[in-house]
C-alpha cells in the first residue's frame, strides 16, 4: 500500500507557489516582463510558469516549462527569468528549473493570454 504523502507514480513533482509570501506578486510582474519571442504573450499568462517558491531566505526558485521541448530558446528562457527577478529588492539568489512534465497545453493560458492570441 503507498502512503498517502507519497506522490502517485508519474505524477509530477510540483510544489505550490509561495502566494502568501511578501514578494509573490513582485516575482509574478518580473515573470511578465519575460516573452517567448515566438508568441507576443508573457510567460507567466502563457502559462509556463508552473510554480513560484520563495523561502523565508528570499531565495526564489521557478519551476518551468516551454511550449515544446524544440522551442529554439531552450537553453536561453531559464536564464531570462532570472535576469528579470535578480534586480528585486530582497531577493538573495533565483533557481530556475526547466521541467517538461506535465506538457504545457493551450488550456494553461490566462484568459488575458487566450485574448490576446484571438482564442476567445
Not at 510567460?43 to 521541448?69: C, F, H, K, Q, R
Request: net charge negative; hydrophobic share 45%; aromatic share 6%.
Amino acid at each position: 500500500m503507498m502512503n498517502s504523502s507519497e506522490p502517485l507514480e508519474g505524477a509530477p513533482l510540483i510544489a505550490p507557489s509561495s502566494t502568501d509570501h511578501p514578494l509573490f506578486d513582485q516575482v509574478v510582474e518580473a515573470c511578465r516582463t519575460v516573452y517567448d519571442p515566438e508568441i507576443p504573450v508573457n510567460i507567466y499568462d502563457l502559462g509556463l510558469i508552473y510554480t513560484i517558491d520563495i523561502s523565508a531566505e528570499n531565495v526564489v526558485s521557478i519551476t518551468m516549462t516551454l511550449t515544446a521541448p524544440g522551442c529554439p530558446v531552450a537553453g536561453e528562457m531559464p536564464g531570462w527569468v532570472a535576469d528579470a527577478i535578480e534586480p528585486l529588492a530582497g531577493i538573495k539568489q533565483v533557481d530556475v528549473n526547466l521541467v517538461w512534465e506535465p506538457p504545457w497545453g493551450m488550456d494553461m493560458m490566462s484568459d488575458e493570454a487566450r485574448l490576446e492570441l484571438g482564442f476567445m
